[in-house]
């Protein structure tokens, strides 16, 4: 029984995903969820309180994959360096969000739509910047520009996540393997990053 209620909360999830990913969040119906996760509507209903629910636990469930991919990362890298390669850092931190790659396009739909400043794309960047502001300080270092520090971590993220989104497709439509393309991604990625970190972080 515990097992098939998981399975039922996540197909729930998924269907949602797919669906907020494809038509937008305001274009899907509670009725469309449950037709496409192939479960009775009032299941919807018992996990989560409506619609909203569902793209919030999304979005929880993306920035919990994004901090536990910094826990991955961290350990395959030396932190106590001064000299920290960001062009590997960048490239396997797109691979570990590959999964995440529905969440950021839901989450830019509803970001384009609306200026609402409470949306899932700014509390998504909100809690990102604030576990970052976490690991620099506990390495011992001071964000001297907090301003600059979040708009770092805004563009990174959104260029990444932009990326997933349109990456494969912008490849296929210029005749580019998509391998080659992330590539040139992470390393023009990077270098941008080692420009603007130094001027968000000082020792």
Not at 47 to 70: C, D, M, P, Q
Not at 152 to 162: I, K, Q, R
Request: aromatic share 10%; charged share 25%; with cysteine.
């Amino acid at each position: 029984m515990v097992t098939d209620a998981i399975n039922g909360r996540s197909r729930i999830l998924r269907a949602a995903s797919d669906l907020f990913a494809q038509e937008g969040y305001d274009g899907v119906t509670v009725d469309e969820i449950a037709a496409h996760a192939g479960v009775n509507k009032a299941l919807i209903y018992y996990y989560f309180s409506g619609k909203r629910e569902v793209l919030e636990t999304l979005v929880r469930n993306a920035i919990n994959s994004v901090i536990s991919a910094r826990d991955v990362i961290l350990k395959r890298i030396d932190t106590t360096s001064n000299n920290i390669r960001l062009r590997p850092l960048v490239e396997t931190t797109l691979r570990l969000l590959e999964d995440e790659r529905d969440a950021f396009r839901i989450m830019a739909f509803e970001a384009l739509k609306s200026t609402d400043s409470d949306g899932a794309l700014f509390r998504f960047l909100k809690e990102v910047s604030k576990d970052s502001v976490k690991r620099i300080e506990n390495h011992g270092l001071t964000i001297e520009d907090p301003h600059a520090f979040d708009l770092t971590v805004f563009y990174s993220f959104v260029m990444m996540g932009m990326f997933l989104i349109l990456g494969e497709c912008w490849s296929k439509a210029l005749g580019y393997e998509r391998e080659a393309t992330e590539q040139l991604f992470a390393d023009f990625h990077a270098h941008v990053l080692e420009t603007l970190i130094p001027l968000s972080i000082e020792d």
